[in-house]
């Protein structure tokens, strides 16, 4: 029963190094998405996929890309990693307009 | 461009008192809303949402909203609070064909014994 799987848990990275968040989800959703968290923002849009082969900004995309490597699983990279990207961040998926599952999330410190 | 307010970002209750979290939301055509949970160092889980139909949603754990259009609101009510009711709480809509969610900036529930 495993959902939504991010990993790795826990990163720290130096200013400028890159790193890649990988997400895999077992229930056979066609939409994929990556979120930030931040204390007193809520959760921000990064990028999302509505589909397999289709991916879009969301609302703070920069610093960032991503990866639909195929229906299961959705990859976020950061290419040089800034302070400002300390956050915590969360995949996710659903189908249609249906409910969106979240995964654990994976907590990123930048030093 | 659609998004969510909630009012307070820390609410205080007593044990077995009613808890009210407020979501109010700007749209242009009708939206799908949800309320979800996080509880520390965990991810979100669904507490309710509303598509269409009955404006008044049940959830899990004793949780409902009611959707009023007429006040663009979808305030979160419990009636009696428990302890492991404590988390933050997370108001979200969505309005277009990707359902992308937008979430507010959350309301951490405080209960006190």
């Known amino acids: 029963n495993a959902g939504v799987t991010q990993t790795p848990k826990f990163q720290v990275l130096k200013t400028g190094q890159s790193m890649t968040l990988q997400c895999a989800q077992d229930m056979n959703h066609n939409s994929m998405y990556w979120y930030r968290q931040d204390p007193g923002m809520g959760l921000r849009l990064i990028y999302y996929?509505?589909?397999?082969?289709?991916?879009d900004k969301g609302e703070v995309p920069n610093g960032y890309n991503v990866s639909r490597l195929n229906k299961r699983e959705f990859s976020l990279r950061l290419e040089s990693a800034a302070p400002s990207q300390t956050s915590v961040y969360f995949c996710a998926s659903s189908v249609g307009g249906n409910t969106i599952y979240f995964g654990e999330g994976s907590w990123l410190t930048v030093v | 461009a659609q998004s969510v307010t909630q009012l307070g970002s820390h609410v205080s209750v007593s044990e077995g008192a009613l808890v009210l979290l407020r979501c109010n939301y700007s749209?242009?055509?009708?939206?799908?809303l949800f309320w979800y949970v996080q509880y520390p160092n965990q991810g979100l889980q669904l507490l309710l949402k509303y598509t269409t139909g009955a404006t008044l949603v049940k959830g899990i754990n004793g949780f409902e909203a009611e959707f009023k259009k007429s006040e663009t609101s979808f305030h979160l009510t419990k009636p009696s609070a428990h302890m492991s009711d404590a988390a933050e709480y997370f108001c979200a809509v969505t309005m277009d064909s990707s359902y992308k969610l937008i979430f507010g900036s959350g309301t951490r529930l405080l209960v006190r014994p």
């Open positions: 996929s509505a589909s397999e082969g289709t991916t």
């Open positions: 749209s242009s055509v009708p939206p799908y």
